[in-house]
């Protein structure tokens, strides 16, 4: 199954910036989810979305990050005023359909660095 | 706290060895359990584990799942310089409905193949 494409692969901002991070999906699909990967550490789930609804969100999801599908096709996430620790990969992923409903299909991911 | 182990956390084999990878799992509500090979950047998936002691197979690839033992593995025959990645596994935890199924990944077990 395709999985989702990211936009942009990589970003560099200063610190105290916002930064969007698009997920694109290929065809239409109603549950989306975010992670992220600090430099040589574990996956972690941040948040995951459904029928435009935020409906579970982990203790690393506070106040500075928000995600909405603005236009009904496009799925961002937004991080206000980046922290340096905010540096890391964030993959957008879907879940799949059918008999693979339970498996989620991560992106190529958004390399974001903070300076 | 959830929590998903795994080891070891690197190994280093010849190319044509065989190797075995370990998860255990700690997850309230667990449901499933996924591996993931990663390369470059993005997890891709390999196996969704649902039921215990059934074994899934694609190509010189196969894993089983424990349930009894909270655990699965992953064996790799014939290894090739191309198996060379981090292997994820993730828990799925019971599906409530409204995509609140944010996995939970272990650090990864990095596999390095020697020609």
């Known amino acids: 199954e395709p999985e989702v494409t990211q936009t942009p692969s990589h970003q560099v901002t200063q610190m105290g910036q916002e930064v969007i991070l698009r997920c694109v999906p290929i065809s239409n699909h109603l549950y989306f989810y975010w992670y992220r990967q600090i430099l040589g550490q574990k996956v972690e789930f941040l948040v995951s979305f459904y029928n435009n609804e935020i409906s579970e969100k982990s203790e690393i999801f506070d106040d500075q990050f928000s995600v909405e599908r603005p236009d009904g096709s496009n799925f961002t996430l937004k991080i206000r005023s980046t922290k340096l620790e905010d540096s890391a990969m964030y993959f957008c992923?879907?879940?799949?359909?059918?008999?693979?409903?339970?498996?989620?299909?991560f992106g190529p991911g958004t390399r974001l660095l903070v300076l | 706290e959830d929590k998903v182990v795994q080891s070891p956390l690197s190994l280093v084999v010849h190319e044509g060895d065989t190797v075995t990878l370990n998860c255990s799992y700690e997850v309230t509500n667990f449901r499933s359990l996924l591996w993931y090979k990663q390369e470059k950047k993005a997890p891709t998936f390999l196996f969704m584990l649902t039921s215990s002691g059934i074994e899934k197979k694609s190509g010189r690839l196969s894993s089983i799942l424990d349930k009894k033992e909270l655990s699965s593995i992953l064996n790799i025959t014939a290894t090739q310089t191309g198996d060379s990645a981090i292997y994820l596994c993730?828990?799925?935890?019971?599906?409530?409905?409204?995509?609140?199924?944010?996995?939970?990944f272990g650090k990864g077990t990095h596999l390095i193949i020697q020609p």
């Open positions: 992923a879907r879940r799949g359909r059918g008999a693979s409903q339970e498996t989620q299909y």
């Open positions: 993730a828990a799925i935890p019971m599906y409530s409905g409204g995509g609140a199924d944010g996995l939970t």
